[in-house]
């Protein structure tokens, strides 16, 4: 995965070149509880642009965290710093991950990415420290972590020995000893309400972006790409978008699949190719459901009865609108 081009070896200059220590800079007399090759940087070539439809997303992406970046003459005047926060949240599926390529892309960023899975061992508070020492070396860097839920839930309801490891989290996102300067972190979490509120502060996770399942174009747009490599055959693309309301961008690749797949048994009888139609979406229609309905009634449920503070008001306004197309 890592790009050792020369684009790379800028970035690695600065992480080896100099030897010079910073504040904070680890111990060299400690030996690092990861290597490079473990949280390996890519340079991310999409941009917002390869992402169908979702204008709204796009748009609050672009006011609330591209834009102040980008100006560099406003950025100085108001002593913006270049750095930031930001928490992708929405049902599962929905393409979280994607939208956190694009915006490194946009910024010109290396893109790290990171599984919870990726920090808990034995040395889970150092890897940590490890991850955001080679952010900061490959600077600009945006680094994703994936279900973040499952690392930065509540502190009081988590287990003991995570503790430490929320705790250095924060320690890393203030930036107590070393400079986060071109340094954004992003998370992703299908559970934003069991997040602690700690990572939330200003400074930290302090903007949140509610990503909702994909829009009529943007289905359209999956079940063009997912039909690309594939025998087809008069297939209306919008037309399917109409009767997938509420699909995730995940149950549309199984859709299309499901269809491929019926195509591929008449064609193993008939031994020949048999095209997919529209008369197999049709049929699998029938018997597939959206999966982020569950997720949509937890999150109705957090919306009417949970915090008014404003934080949910992207989901609660896309609720709304749902209810009134119904």
Not at 1 to 12: H, I, L, Q
Not at 77 to 103: D, E, N, Q, V
Not at 132 to 149: G, I, K
Not at 201 to 228: N, Q, T, Y
Request: net charge negative; proline share 6%.
């Amino acid at each position: 995965m890592r790009d050792d081009g020369a684009d790379g070896a800028d970035g690695a200059g600065k992480a080896r070149g100099t030897g010079a220590a910073r504040p904070g800079a680890w111990d060299p007399e400690v030996p690092d509880p990861l290597d490079d090759d473990d949280f390996p940087t890519e340079r991310e070539k999409i941009t917002l642009a390869d992402v169908a439809g979702m204008e709204k997303v796009k748009e609050r992406i672009n006011a609330a965290f591209l834009m102040p970046m980008r100006n560099e003459e406003l950025r100085k005047a108001f002593s913006k710093s270049l750095r930031g926060g930001l928490l992708l949240y929405g049902p599962p599926g929905c393409g979280k991950t994607y939208i956190a390529r694009a915006i490194a892309g946009e910024m010109g960023a290396r893109f790290l990415y990171v599984s919870v899975a990726d920090i808990l061992d034995g040395k889970s508070s150092r890897n940590v420290q490890a991850l955001f020492r080679q952010a900061r070396q490959y600077s600009p860097c945006v680094v994703f972590m994936d279900e973040l839920d499952a690392m930065g839930g509540r502190r009081g309801n988590m287990a003991s020995w995570l503790r430490p490891v929320v705790t250095q989290l924060l320690t890393e996102l203030d930036s107590v000893e070393d400079d986060n300067e071109g340094v954004f972190f992003l998370a992703a979490t299908n559970h934003p309400w069991d997040i602690d509120s700690a990572l939330k502060r200003p400074g930290r996770l302090d903007r949140m972006l509610f990503v909702p399942p994909p829009d009529a174009e943007a289905r359209a747009s999956i079940v063009g790409m997912e039909l690309k490599e594939r025998p087809s055959s008069d297939i209306d693309a919008r037309k399917i978008a109409k009767h997938t309301d509420g699909f995730s961008g995940a149950d549309i690749s199984h859709l299309v699949e499901s269809a491929a797949e019926r195509a591929l048994l008449e064609s193993a009888r008939a031994g020949r190719v048999r095209p997919i139609v529209m008369d197999d979406f049709r049929a699998v229609l029938g018997e597939l459901r959206p999966s982020t309905g569950p997720w949509m009634e937890t999150a109705r449920n957090m919306v009417e009865f949970g915090s008014a503070d404003g934080a949910y008001d992207e989901l609660a306004a896309y609720i709304r609108s749902n209810r009134s197309r119904r």
